[in-house]
Nanobody, 126 residues
Framework: QVGLEQSGGGQVQAGGSLRLSCLYTGYSYRNRCMGWFRQAPGKEREGVAI???????SYADSVKGRFTISKDNAKNTLYLRMNTVKAEDTALYYCAASHFSCRPIATMWRTDFDYWGQGTQVTVSS
C-alpha cells in the first residue's frame, strides 16, 4: 500500500515563501520518480518539478530559479520550497510518485504517475 500525505500550503503574499511537504509510505523512492504538480481553476494539471533517485531534478520553466524540489530519505519526505511566489502560482498542489524513471518534466504526463497526495491549496495574494 502506497501513501502520500501532504502538509503545508496556505496563503502567502506575493514575493514571499512557502514550503510544501509530502510524507510517503510503502514506497521505494530509490527506484522511482517523485514530483509536484499543480492545478489552477479552469486549467489542466501541470508538472512543476520532479526528482529522481540520485537527486537529479527538472523544473517547469515557469518556476525555474524560484522553486526547489528536494527529499529527505531518512524522513521519507518530499519537499517543494517556493520562493518569490507570484499570483500565478495560486493553485491546488499535489505530490505524486511514479514507477517510471524520471524524464525531463516537459515530457512527463499526469498519467505517468501512479500515486497522488490529497492536494493542498496555495493562494498568493498581491
Amino acid at each position: 500500500q502506497v501513501g502520500l500525505e501532504q502538509s503545508g500550503g496556505g496563503q502567502v503574499q506575493a514575493g514571499g515563501s512557502l514550503r510544501l511537504s509530502c510524507l510517503y509510505t510503502g514506497y521505494s523512492y530509490r527506484n522511482r520518480c517523485m514530483g509536484w504538480f499543480r492545478q489552477a481553476p479552469g486549467k489542466e494539471r501541470e508538472g512543476v518539478a520532479i526528482i529522481d533517485r540520485e537527486g537529479s531534478t527538472s523544473y517547469a520553466d515557469s518556476v525555474k530559479g524560484r522553486f526547489t524540489i528536494s527529499k529527505d530519505n531518512a524522513k521519507n519526505t518530499l519537499y517543494l520550497r517556493m520562493n518569490t511566489v507570484k499570483a500565478e502560482d495560486t493553485a491546488l498542489y499535489y505530490c505524486a510518485a511514479s514507477h517510471f524513471s524520471c524524464r525531463p518534466i516537459a515530457t512527463m504526463w499526469r498519467t505517468d504517475f501512479d500515486y497522488w497526495g490529497q492536494g493542498t491549496q496555495v493562494t498568493v495574494s498581491s
